[in-house]
T-cell receptor
Framework: RKEVEQDPGPFNVPEGATVAFNCTYS??????FFWYRQDCRKEPKLLMS???SGNEDGRFTAQLNRASQYISLLIRDSKLSDSATYLC???????????FGTGTRLKVLA | SAVISQKPSRDICQRGTSLTIQCQVD?????MFWYRQQPGQSLTLIAT?????????ESGFVIDKFPISRPNLTFSTLTVSNMSPEDSSIYLC???????????FGPGTRLTVT
């Protein structure tokens, strides 16, 4: 099992839709998780952190399911500007390093 | 947040040559990281560069191929040596942010090897 796995997509959704995607991780000892957003031909930027049960920021909700070892990102009322690749990031156990998933590509359609 | 610049932003190089990528940060940082992002792939850590010590390389990356310099707390270079088409990729430098898991990335250097 890969350390971090994501469905590459693309997820094509209409404006206003709710979309969710998951990220599975292999290290059950992981305590914190992160979602990054990467626009086309741009660098990744931190979107949200996920600790314990979850986190919510406006239209974005990140949740953690420890039993099944996955985190999810839910986007409500999708905007065209949400179109991007969303990267799941997990700290490498016991180090300062981070493991990046391959990303899930989201396209919000007008 | 840290502001990071990279030079060059892109380059097209011939096989067998070397390219040095520069990374400049607007504040002093202890650790700088170099990543590679191949087409359609995620980010892979190449090495960690600490000022005043040798860089620490990840499995699959060696100093002879990717020598790194870290002369001060705001600057680092990554050289891609003896390039082959397989080295075509985006190379990004990053630094850690104040919060756990937060990293700031430079805009990347898009390298094409012909």
């Amino acid at each position: 099992r890969k350390e971090v796995e994501q469905d590459p997509g693309p997820f094509n959704v209409p404006e206003g839709a709710t979309v969710a995607f998951n990220c599975t991780y292999s290290n059950s000892a992981s305590q914190s998780f992160f979602w990054y957003r990467q626009d086309c031909r741009k660098e990744p930027k931190l979107l949200m952190s996920v600790y314990s049960s979850g986190n919510e920021d406006g239209r974005f909700t990140a949740q953690l399911n420890r039993a099944s070892q996955y985190i999810s990102l839910l986007i409500r009322d999708s905007k065209l500007s949400d179109s991007a690749t969303y990267l799941c990031v997990v700290p490498h156990s016991g180090t300062y390093k981070y493991i990046f998933g391959t990303g899930t590509r989201l396209k919000v359609l007008a | 947040s840290a502001v990071i610049s990279q030079k060059p932003s892109r380059d097209i190089c011939q096989r067998g040559t070397s390219l040095t990528i520069q990374c400049q940060v607007d504040s002093q940082v202890t650790m700088m990281f170099w990543y590679r992002q191949q087409p359609g792939q995620s980010l892979t850590l190449i090495a960690t560069a600490n000022q005043g010590s040798e860089a620490t390389y990840e499995s699959g990356f060696v100093i002879d191929k990717f020598p790194i310099s870290r002369p001060n707390l705001t600057f680092s270079t990554l050289t891609v040596s003896n390039m082959s088409p397989e080295d075509s990729s985006i190379y990004l430098c990053s630094v850690g942010g104040p919060s756990l898991g937060e990293q700031y990335f430079g805009p990347g250097t898009r390298l094409t090897v012909t």
